[in-house]
T-cell receptor, first 117, second 115 residues
Framework: ETGVTQSPTHLIKTRGQQVTLRCSSQ?????VSWYQQALGQGPQFIFQ???????GRGNFPPRFSGLQFPNYSSELNVNALELDDSALYLC????????????????FGPGTRLTVT | AQSVTQLGSHVSVSEGALVLLRCNYS??????LFWYVQYPNQGLQLLLK??????LVKGINGFEAEFKKSETSFHLTKPSAHMSDAAEYFC?????????????FGTGTQLKVEL
């Protein structure tokens, strides 16, 4: 069974640029969530996708957007990068029976470390 | 709105001593609670979770936690610390509005284990 994988591992971008981060969910999982973890902080929920549809969004501006593909892999796109976007971006997957399910644990990938200069 | 408070951003224990990491939650509905561990430069690994049923939950690596509704707490314990337990620990709650298992995390507790 393959776990959650993320790419790239690290990247450095300049303020104002755009970035795309990728996540492959664990085999059989239909739900993907993205989190931002700033240095020294706990992860903050960005948004979740359930079966290719957005299923909730945290307190992040519209320049943070995402997609989930038919194979349930996912992308996180960030436009107009700001210095404060520097963080570890974590993807987590789970197998949910429906879009309202709250109990299922999420399995996290190793993250993508984004540095904005 | 739901939230989690972890008391103590840094905890230091001797090898073999009791580990106690504190977590208090705030939720308008019965919460689902989780503890995750994060080793340096890695993602999060689930230690244990509480959803319903038995309030004492046992997890991996000898950790356990007890859900106490009256105290709104979900403290993590381990009877005897090992050097390999040194990591950052996050308490999280999943029970928001709008459905879905979105996690709200605490700010984390860095556990140091000394010889």
């Amino acid at each position: 069974e393959t776990g959650v994988t993320q790419s790239p591992t690290h990247l450095i971008k300049t303020r104002g640029q755009q970035v795309t981060l990728r996540c492959s969910s664990q085999s059989g999982h239909n739900t993907v969530s993205w989190y931002q973890q700033a240095l020294g902080q706990g992860p903050q929920f960005i948004f979740q996708y359930y079966r290719e549809e957005e299923n909730g969004r945290g307190n992040f501006p519209p320049r943070f957007s995402g997609l989930q593909f038919p194979n349930y892999s996912s992308e996180l796109n960030v436009n107009a990068l700001e210095l404060d976007d520097s963080a570890l971006y974590l993807c987590a997957s789970s197998l949910n029976r429906n879009r309202w399910e709250v109990a299922y644990e999420q399995y996290f990938g190793p993250g993508t470390r984004l540095t904005v200069t | 709105a739901q939230s989690v408070t972890q008391l103590g951003s840094h905890v230091s224990v001797s090898e073999g001593a009791l580990v106690l990491l504190r977590c208090n939650y705030s939720s308008s509905v019965p919460p689902y609670l989780f503890w995750y561990v994060q080793y340096p430069n890695q993602g999060l690994q689930l230690l244990l979770k509480y959803t319903t049923g038995a309030t004492l939950v046992k997890g991996i690596n000898g950790f356990e936690a007890e859900f106490k509704k009256s105290e709104t707490s979900f403290h993590l314990t381990k009877p005897s610390a090992h050097m390999s337990d040194a990591a950052e620990y996050f308490c999280a709650v999943s029970r928001g509005t709008g459905g879905g298992n979105k996690l709200t995390f605490g700010t984390g507790t860095q556990l140091k284990v000394e010889l």
